[in-house]
Protein backbone atom coordinates (compact mmCIF):
# COMPACT_ATOMS: atom_id res chain seq x y z
CA UNK A 1 0.00 0.00 0.00
CA UNK A 2 0.87 3.55 -0.37
CA UNK A 3 2.38 5.64 1.86
CA UNK A 4 4.65 7.74 4.68
CA UNK A 5 6.97 5.01 7.07
CA UNK A 6 8.91 7.11 9.63
CA UNK A 7 11.39 4.73 11.94
CA UNK A 8 12.10 4.22 14.48
CA UNK A 9 8.56 4.57 16.44
CA UNK A 10 10.62 5.07 19.66
CA UNK A 11 14.02 6.60 19.74
CA UNK A 12 16.36 7.62 22.73
CA UNK A 13 19.33 9.61 22.78
CA UNK A 14 21.56 10.49 25.46
CA UNK A 15 22.37 14.21 25.30
CA UNK A 16 25.14 15.23 22.87
CA UNK A 17 24.59 12.39 20.76
CA UNK A 18 22.91 12.85 16.97
CA UNK A 19 20.20 10.95 15.69
CA UNK A 20 18.36 10.35 12.47
CA UNK A 21 14.91 9.57 11.76
CA UNK A 22 13.82 8.26 9.12
CA UNK A 23 10.91 9.43 6.43
CA UNK A 24 10.48 7.12 3.32
CA UNK A 25 7.08 8.01 1.09
CA UNK A 26 5.76 5.64 -2.22
CA UNK A 27 3.43 7.91 -2.99
CA UNK A 28 5.45 9.67 -5.86
CA UNK A 29 4.93 13.16 -4.01
CA UNK A 30 7.40 16.03 -4.69
CA UNK A 31 7.48 17.93 -1.19
CA UNK A 32 8.19 16.35 2.09
CA UNK A 33 7.93 18.21 5.56
CA UNK A 34 9.36 17.41 8.82
CA UNK A 35 7.09 19.02 12.23
CA UNK A 36 7.28 18.99 15.36
CA UNK A 37 4.69 18.13 18.24
CA UNK A 38 5.46 18.96 21.99
CA UNK A 39 3.03 17.92 24.82
CA UNK A 40 -0.51 19.34 24.05
CA UNK A 41 0.67 21.51 21.60
CA UNK A 42 -0.01 22.27 17.52
CA UNK A 43 2.69 20.83 15.12
CA UNK A 44 5.48 23.07 14.47
CA UNK A 45 7.57 23.14 10.76
CA UNK A 46 10.96 22.25 10.75
CA UNK A 47 11.97 21.99 7.49
CA UNK A 48 10.44 21.29 4.38
CA UNK A 49 11.69 20.26 0.57
CA UNK A 50 9.53 20.76 -2.50
CA UNK A 51 11.80 18.87 -4.68
CA UNK A 52 15.19 16.47 -4.98
CA UNK A 53 17.88 18.47 -3.94
CA UNK A 54 16.66 21.29 -2.09
CA UNK A 55 15.00 21.99 1.11
CA UNK A 56 13.73 25.32 3.09
CA UNK A 57 14.36 25.92 6.79
CA UNK A 58 10.98 26.69 8.78
CA UNK A 59 9.97 27.15 11.81
CA UNK A 60 12.43 25.85 14.02
CA UNK A 61 15.35 24.49 11.97
CA UNK A 62 17.60 25.51 14.54
CA UNK A 63 19.54 22.32 16.04
CA UNK A 64 18.36 20.17 12.82
CA UNK A 65 19.47 19.55 9.60
CA UNK A 66 17.47 17.16 6.40
CA UNK A 67 18.60 16.08 2.87
CA UNK A 68 16.64 15.32 0.10
CA UNK A 69 18.84 12.99 -2.25
CA UNK A 70 15.89 11.00 -3.62
CA UNK A 71 12.65 11.63 -4.17
CA UNK A 72 11.24 9.05 -1.87
CA UNK A 73 13.66 9.85 1.43
CA UNK A 74 14.09 12.73 3.77
CA UNK A 75 15.80 12.17 6.41
CA UNK A 76 16.14 14.28 9.77
CA UNK A 77 19.10 14.85 11.50
CA UNK A 78 18.32 16.09 15.58
CA UNK A 79 22.34 17.08 16.20
CA UNK A 80 23.24 17.72 19.51
CA UNK A 81 23.22 21.68 19.05
CA UNK A 82 19.05 21.10 19.42
CA UNK A 83 18.71 22.08 22.83
CA UNK A 84 15.62 20.84 23.55
CA UNK A 85 15.04 17.28 21.31
CA UNK A 86 12.82 15.49 23.52
CA UNK A 87 9.52 15.73 20.97
CA UNK A 88 7.37 13.47 18.53
CA UNK A 89 8.57 13.92 15.35
CA UNK A 90 6.11 13.94 12.51
CA UNK A 91 6.97 13.77 8.65
CA UNK A 92 4.58 13.91 5.74
CA UNK A 93 4.16 14.72 1.85
CA UNK A 94 1.78 16.36 -0.58
CA UNK A 95 1.30 16.07 -4.10
CA UNK A 96 3.09 18.84 -6.78
CA UNK A 97 0.62 21.56 -7.64
CA UNK A 98 -0.96 21.51 -11.26
CA UNK A 99 -2.06 17.73 -11.31
CA UNK A 100 -5.89 16.70 -11.67
CA UNK A 101 -7.21 16.06 -8.32
CA UNK A 102 -4.63 17.41 -6.07
CA UNK A 103 -6.32 18.47 -2.82
CA UNK A 104 -3.65 20.18 -1.49
CA UNK A 105 -4.12 17.78 1.53
CA UNK A 106 -0.59 16.18 3.25
CA UNK A 107 -0.43 13.24 3.97
CA UNK A 108 1.25 12.19 7.36
CA UNK A 109 3.40 9.12 8.58
CA UNK A 110 2.56 7.60 12.14
CA UNK A 111 5.32 9.86 13.91
CA UNK A 112 8.90 8.96 15.26
CA UNK A 113 8.80 9.91 19.26
CA UNK A 114 12.75 11.09 20.33
CA UNK A 115 13.26 11.00 24.02
CA UNK A 116 16.35 12.26 25.57
CA UNK A 117 17.73 10.93 28.76
CA UNK B 1 -1.93 32.36 5.90
CA UNK B 2 -4.87 33.46 7.91
CA UNK B 3 -5.03 33.11 11.56
CA UNK B 4 -7.90 30.15 13.38
CA UNK B 5 -9.58 30.53 16.36
CA UNK B 6 -11.18 27.47 17.80
CA UNK B 7 -12.34 25.91 21.50
CA UNK B 8 -9.75 24.43 23.12
CA UNK B 9 -11.90 21.33 24.07
CA UNK B 10 -15.69 19.85 23.28
CA UNK B 11 -17.88 16.97 24.16
CA UNK B 12 -20.03 14.52 22.40
CA UNK B 13 -22.66 12.13 22.97
CA UNK B 14 -21.96 9.12 20.91
CA UNK B 15 -24.32 8.96 18.07
CA UNK B 16 -25.16 12.54 17.97
CA UNK B 17 -23.97 14.96 15.61
CA UNK B 18 -20.25 16.75 16.70
CA UNK B 19 -20.47 20.61 15.62
CA UNK B 20 -17.11 21.79 15.80
CA UNK B 21 -16.34 25.38 15.30
CA UNK B 22 -13.20 27.76 13.43
CA UNK B 23 -13.30 31.85 13.26
CA UNK B 24 -10.76 32.73 10.65
CA UNK B 25 -11.70 36.70 10.48
CA UNK B 26 -9.10 37.56 8.41
CA UNK B 27 -9.23 34.89 5.86
CA UNK B 28 -8.51 36.20 2.27
CA UNK B 29 -10.09 35.31 -1.11
CA UNK B 30 -8.02 32.59 -2.23
CA UNK B 31 -7.70 30.90 0.72
CA UNK B 32 -9.35 27.72 1.49
CA UNK B 33 -10.26 26.08 4.84
CA UNK B 34 -8.78 22.66 5.97
CA UNK B 35 -9.77 20.25 8.83
CA UNK B 36 -7.15 17.81 10.06
CA UNK B 37 -7.89 15.43 13.06
CA UNK B 38 -4.96 13.41 14.84
CA UNK B 39 -5.86 10.72 17.52
CA UNK B 40 -3.78 10.49 19.95
CA UNK B 41 0.21 9.56 19.45
CA UNK B 42 -1.01 9.31 15.24
CA UNK B 43 -0.11 11.52 12.46
CA UNK B 44 -2.52 14.17 11.46
CA UNK B 45 -5.22 12.71 8.78
CA UNK B 46 -6.81 14.96 6.62
CA UNK B 47 -10.73 15.60 6.87
CA UNK B 48 -12.76 18.03 4.20
CA UNK B 49 -11.19 21.25 2.83
CA UNK B 50 -13.93 24.17 0.98
CA UNK B 51 -13.41 27.48 0.09
CA UNK B 52 -17.32 28.90 0.29
CA UNK B 53 -19.56 26.32 -1.00
CA UNK B 54 -20.48 23.77 2.24
CA UNK B 55 -18.83 20.75 0.93
CA UNK B 56 -19.47 17.32 2.31
CA UNK B 57 -17.40 13.66 2.01
CA UNK B 58 -17.93 10.10 3.81
CA UNK B 59 -16.22 11.21 6.53
CA UNK B 60 -17.88 15.05 7.47
CA UNK B 61 -19.46 18.11 6.43
CA UNK B 62 -18.01 21.61 6.09
CA UNK B 63 -20.80 24.50 6.41
CA UNK B 64 -18.92 28.07 5.61
CA UNK B 65 -20.49 31.17 6.25
CA UNK B 66 -21.58 33.58 3.51
CA UNK B 67 -18.74 36.27 4.95
CA UNK B 68 -16.21 33.01 4.94
CA UNK B 69 -15.03 34.50 8.98
CA UNK B 70 -15.83 30.99 10.37
CA UNK B 71 -16.84 27.43 9.56
CA UNK B 72 -18.06 24.48 10.93
CA UNK B 73 -16.90 20.81 11.05
CA UNK B 74 -19.70 18.37 11.41
CA UNK B 75 -19.78 14.89 12.11
CA UNK B 76 -23.19 13.72 11.91
CA UNK B 77 -22.82 10.97 14.14
CA UNK B 78 -19.52 10.53 16.30
CA UNK B 79 -18.33 7.38 17.59
CA UNK B 80 -15.94 6.78 20.02
CA UNK B 81 -13.18 6.47 17.40
CA UNK B 82 -13.83 10.17 16.40
CA UNK B 83 -12.10 11.11 20.17
CA UNK B 84 -9.01 13.19 18.76
CA UNK B 85 -7.86 16.61 18.11
CA UNK B 86 -9.35 18.83 14.84
CA UNK B 87 -6.98 21.15 13.55
CA UNK B 88 -8.55 24.45 11.33
CA UNK B 89 -6.19 25.72 8.31
CA UNK B 90 -6.56 28.16 6.14
CA UNK B 91 -4.38 28.44 3.41
CA UNK B 92 -3.83 29.09 -0.70
CA UNK B 93 -3.53 25.97 -1.67
CA UNK B 94 -1.12 24.61 -4.80
CA UNK B 95 -4.11 24.45 -7.11
CA UNK B 96 -5.00 27.80 -6.64
CA UNK B 97 -1.64 29.11 -7.03
CA UNK B 98 -0.30 28.83 -3.51
CA UNK B 99 3.18 28.56 -3.22
CA UNK B 100 3.85 27.19 0.71
CA UNK B 101 2.71 23.75 -0.26
CA UNK B 102 2.72 22.07 2.84
CA UNK B 103 4.17 25.05 5.15
CA UNK B 104 0.81 24.69 7.47
CA UNK B 105 0.31 26.33 10.70
CA UNK B 106 -0.99 24.23 13.07
CA UNK B 107 -2.04 25.65 16.28
CA UNK B 108 -3.30 24.36 19.31
CA UNK B 109 -6.96 22.66 17.83
CA UNK B 110 -9.83 21.43 19.39
CA UNK B 111 -10.01 18.49 21.72
CA UNK B 112 -13.12 16.24 20.86
CA UNK B 113 -14.47 14.06 23.16
CA UNK B 114 -17.02 11.39 22.78
CA UNK B 115 -18.55 9.94 25.96
CA UNK B 116 -20.65 6.78 25.44
Same mark, same amino acid.
Request: aromatic share 10%; net charge neutral.
Given at each position: ?117 | ?18 ? =???? &?? #? ?6 ? *? ?37 ? =???? &?? #? ?6 ? *? ?29
Amino acid at each position: DGGITQSPKYLFRKEGQNVTLSCEQNLNHDAMYWYRQDPGQGLRLIYYSQIVNDFQKGDIAEGYSVSREKKESFPLTVTSAQKNPTAFYLCASSTPSGLAGNTGELFFGEGSRLTVL | DAKTTQPPSMDCAEGRAAN =LPCN &HS #TISGNEYV *YWYRQIHSQGPQYIIHGLKNNETNEMASLIITEDRKSST =LILP &HA #TLRDTAVY *YCIVRVPPFAGGTSYGKLTFGQGTILTVHP
